[in-house]
């Protein structure tokens, strides 16, 4: 019959965190690659996409004809004046 092996005394909590500290680097870095490709980068996009088409004219226009502004009145009132 063999003989166990003898448990680790000294320096077991050191090896352990040397081990959990390395997971938990490599997790961390990996999660913050992720949330930047895959979120900022992707919103970036999105909204680099929206203003190439965005006109703040005819958006204005539509805004004012809708009522939104108390300074300006919708073109089609001031006509009936």
């Not at 077991?12 to 997971?23: C, E, Q, T, Y």
């Not at 997790?27 to 980068?41: I, S, Y």
């Not at 004219?57 to 001031?78: C, I, N, W, Y």
Request: aromatic share 14%.
């Amino acid at each position: 019959m063999s003989a166990l092996p003898r448990p680790q005394m000294r320096g077991l909590l050191n090896s352990h965190l040397k081990k959990h500290f390395a997971i938990g680097l490599v997790l961390a870095v990996t999660g913050a690659a992720c949330v930047k490709f895959f979120l900022f980068d992707w919103r970036k996009a999105k909204y680099a996409e929206f203003y190439k088409t965005y006109d703040v004219q005819k958006d204005f226009e539509r805004m004012r004809e809708l009522g939104v502004f108390h300074s300006v009145r919708p073109l089609s009132e001031s006509a009936d004046e």
